[in-house]
């Protein structure tokens, strides 16, 4: 694989430098209610500024059907400039003349924030004449937005085509994060895949078993295992039509030697409700007219012991409803488990998704394990096994 060139070999004084960046933030009634995704490309920016180039910072912001006030990055800027701890001019276009007149008033470590580029149809369509437009504006281009890397968009990829390209620090450090957990880990390597549906993670569930030692699976998705393999799982969540995808996907972990761990006991309740009623079966004996809504304590045993034996844990998902108490406890667990192994130094452990990072949150425990991506899709696609276009531009031809 060709390795990608760093901030090391930029050379970036006085030069204007296009700085990709993933500002997707949550908002909140006008208010950012995760900054997680600025605190990351701080250090890039930092960086770049100190060494006295001239920061342009490109992102998207939502998905607009062309320019739309409500997705407008403009509060955006504030929040940038006081995690920033310095000033961060906006421009009113990502190109033209609103863009160039801003670009020209920087100075040597100066930072400007361009407006959302989903303003025009060019980017999503990685057109050339918009690709040719945005970098009029630089002279070298940074990209620290590995969450936005599954898009070949204009700012993602058609840029590092056309200009000098470099992966900015959190681009940097996602990237060894994800090789240390997928590409080249200490084994045993076992993956936790959990949340609602298989659906949605076939392609994933395919290329790990094909990769890791053991594949857990939890959460919703469990549901349609257990009820491919004959097991009653009464009102349980489950997609019963996917049966044969769940049968082949068993068979091929048989054929590489990957070990499969189903729940063998589940907590269930009568309704879906924080609170609800509830009582742990074994998972041949789940009444009819209840549904799993968390795995229970002997599966969270077998979970812990598949984790001290690992060297290397991803993590995917939640094991059970987490979002209502106390159907949270499985994934609880586990993660707390995880993370006291990582802390001890006995694990390499990497999680990414939103629903996992919000369970991470939930659990205490984000900053302990060794990495944990800000990426959704791009995170999932990296666990399918495939090549990010705005990773791949990246790379030295
Ligand atoms: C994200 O929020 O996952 C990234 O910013 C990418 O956004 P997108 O899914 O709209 O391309
Ligand atoms: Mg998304």
């Known amino acids: 694989m060709k390795a990608f060139r760093t901030l090391d070999q930029a050379d970036v004084k006085g030069q204007r430098v296009l700085v990709r960046v993933d500002l997707n933030v949550p908002m909140e009634n006008g208010r950012i209610t995760d900054a997680t995704r600025i605190e990351r490309v701080l250090p890039t920016i930092r960086e770049i500024a100190e060494k006295g180039g001239r920061v342009i910072l490109l992102a998207h912001f939502g998905r607009p059907k062309g320019r739309d006030p409500k997705e407008s990055l403009r509060p955006v800027t504030e929040a940038v400039a006081q995690h920033l701890g310095k ?136 549901n349609t295992f257990l009820h491919a393999a004959g097991i009653g799982i009464g009102k349980s969540l489950a997609e019963k039509d996917l049966a044969e995808t769940a049968l082949r996907i068993i068979a091929r972990a048989r054929e590489t030697g990957c070990a499969i761990l189903l729940p063998v006991d589940g907590v269930c309740a009568y309704e879906f409700k924080a609170g609800a009623l509830n009582r742990t079966y074994g998972i041949d004996a789940i009444p009819d007219d209840q549904m799993i809504l968390d795995v229970g304590s002997q599966s969270i045993e077998r979970i812990n012991a598949a984790i001290n034996d690992a060297a290397t844990l991803v993590w995917n998902g939640p094991l059970g409803a987490f979002e209502i108490a106390p159907f949270d406890q499985g994934t609880v667990a586990t993660a707390r488990h995880a993370a006291e192994r990582t802390r001890q130094g006995k694990l390499v452990s990497v999680a990414g998704g939103g629903d996992t ?16 991506s800000t990426a959704g899709g791009a995170f999932l696609e990296w666990l399918e096994g495939k090549q990010l276009p705005g990773v791949e531009a990246l790379r030295q031809g």
């Open 357 to 372: 990072v919000a369970a991470l949150n939930h659990a205490g425990v984000a900053d302990d394990f060794t990495y944990v």
């Open 87 to 222: 000033p961060v001019a906006f421009a009113e276009d990502c190109i033209g003349e609103s863009a160039a007149g801003a670009v020209d008033a920087l100075k040597d470590g100066d930072v400007l924030l361009l407006e959302n580029t989903r303003f025009h149809a060019g980017e999503e369509k990685n057109e050339a004449g918009f690709v040719s437009e945005l970098a009029k504006l630089g002279d070298v281009y940074v990209n620290d937005a590995f969450s936005a890397a599954h898009r070949a968009h204009a700012s993602t990829e058609g840029l590092a085509r056309k200009l000098p390209a470099y992966a900015g620090r959190s681009m940097q450090a996602e990237l060894d994060a994800l090789t240390k957990g997928l590409e080249a880990p200490a084994r045993p390597l076992v993956a936790v895949v959990g949340g609602a549906k298989v659906s949605t993670k076939i392609d994933l569930l395919e290329n790990l078993v094909g990769k890791v030692d053991a594949l857990v699976i939890g959460g919703g998705m469990a």
